[in-house]
């Protein structure tokens, strides 16, 4: 086929997906349009435009200066060589694929994911969707295809004006507040039936493929699954849910929260991500030939989770407080050690069937970007599979015997990860280089603040 014949038949996929996202927003009488892009922390930015004014091709612009700011609203001192020294704008153009109600708006309104291109027209690097989609397509080179399913953990909490009063557990149904460990109670999940009915009614108008809803061994600590499907769906997936789970705590009077470590006495909260590869039939490429063997190529994908998690940890710890769940965690990984259905280990092989076979990565927590730590994850894999590498023996006995081996603070893990050429060139190094400098500003602001524990433990003691 020609050039010619390839653009033609993309500006026709295109003309036909636009005529249906109008049919749709037609259909639906949508008023106002929510138009979304993630942000470095996996958070909605955007506009909100009137639905007979909402432009189906590069009829947004926004700033990509969102894409170098800090989550307390300050830029590196390097801002003007991350972004454009212009500070321009970029272009978003929806994803239709992405268009779901606001379930929760009291007028008809729509939210559209958009993806963000250069005044060229090419993806911008600097945007988390777009370097999910550089990794997905490595993947695509090789004649693969990722398949992924996250299970997110979260805590509800009563709400919290006062950033120095502890967050505590809020009382259920039976007006009194979780003390004892309730893992995988039933009652316990009921007892906050009115929040999680209205969580599920909204993620069946947003067609959310969550799957199972559990009860963590936190106090008030919740999980949900999601059904497998490709990386990006499910990164989108639980972008949106985060916004959908704030939602529906909050309209009862609480809050959910996805910090990692939310209070001293609980464990933390993770975004666990089972991980498989499969061939363009459609055939899963970590089986083995024989029952109970895995594949070489999942052994090399295993062997490249273990050698570049370590530089990859500042995406599925993004943040100062992730290093309190990683490293205070009753059940947090420690080192790269992997194991079948060893839940000690920070790779776990779960035993299932052949088709099956899978690996369970359990690094990163529940305040990770989800299209930031799929990403990483995915490119530690392929590099495995590049390099041919092979993994330790399986552990079976207790990881945490073997001690700490990962970063212990996000600037360790910044240093880690600039020193990764690898990682900085599949994950693009332009946005890694963005990264990095936005999470040291972060880590310098954190360090100017005076905690209570220094004014209690030191004042007058030093």
């Known amino acids: 086929m020609s050039t010619r014949q390839t653009d033609q038949r993309k500006a026709t996929s295109t003309a036909q997906q636009e005529s249906s996202l109008r049919r749709w927003l037609k259909e639906r009488r949508i008023t106002e349009v929510e138009c979304l892009v993630p942000d470095i922390t996996g958070n909605a930015r955007g506009k909100i435009i009137p639905a007979d004014k909402f432009s189906h091709d590069y009829g947004t612009r926004l700033p990509e200066g969102i894409f170098a700011t800090t989550v307390t609203g300050d830029y590196p001192d390097d801002y003007y060589e991350l972004t454009s020294p212009s500070d321009s704008d970029m272009l978003l153009r929806p994803d239709p694929d992405t268009v779901r109600m606001v379930p929760w708006a009291t007028d008809p309104t729509a939210q559209i994911i958009h993806d963000c291109h250069t005044k060229d027209g090419k993806p911008h690097e600097l945007a988390p969707r777009n370097v999910l989609r550089r990794v997905l397509a490595e993947y695509a080179r090789e004649g693969l295809q ?9 805590f509800l909490v009563q709400k919290n004006t006062d950033p120095d009063f502890p967050l505590q ?74 916004r959908t789970m704030r939602e529906a705590a909050m309209r009862h009077g609480v809050y959910a929260t996805f910090l990692a470590k939310p209070m001293e006495n609980e464990p933390g909260s993770a975004m666990h991500i089972h991980q498989s590869v499969v061939d363009a039939k459609g055939r899963n490429v970590f089986t083995g030939k024989k029952p109970g063997q895995f594949s070489p190529v999942f052994a090399h994908y295993l ?14 710890a993004p943040n100062v407080n992730s290093y309190r769940r990683l490293m205070f965690g009753e059940v947090s990984p420690s080192n790269v050690l992997w194991g079948y259905d060893n839940r000690t280990c920070g790779l776990r092989v779960p035993m299932d069937t052949p ?25 530690c894999g392929l590099l495995g599979i590049r390099e041919k590498l092979q993994p330790t023996p399986p552990t079976a006995a207790s990881a945490k015997d073997v001690g700490y081996a990962l970063p212990r603070s996000l600037g360790e893990a910044l240093d880690a990860l600039e020193g990764c050429a690898e990682l900085a060139e599949m994950l693009g190094p332009r946005f890694v280089r963005a990264y990095v400098s936005v999470k040291r500003k972060e880590y310098e602001t954190f360090f100017r603040v005076i905690s209570s524990w220094e004014r209690e433990f030191l004042l007058l003691n030093v």
């Open 146 to 154: 990722p398949v992924v399913a996250p299970e997110l953990e979260f």
């Open 169 to 242: 557990p809020p009382a259920g149904r039976n007006g009194r507040p979780e003390t004892a460990r309730q893992s995988y109670s039933i009652d316990a999940v009921n007892e906050f039936d009115p929040i999680l009915d209205l969580m599920y009614d909204y993620c069946e108008a947003m067609e959310l493929d969550v799957d199972t809803l559990i009860h963590e061994s936190g106090a008030a600590q919740l999980e949900v699954n999601f059904t497998h499907a490709g990386a990006l769906s499910l990164a989108d997936q639980v972008f949106l849910f985060k």
């Open 303 to 316: 062997a490249g989770l273990q050698k570049y998690v370590p530089m990859a940890m500042a995406f599925f």
């Open 355 to 379: 088709e099956n076979q899978r690996v369970e990565s359990r690094f990163a927590g529940s305040d990770a970007n989800p299209y930031l730590a799929m990403a990483a994850t995915l490119a």
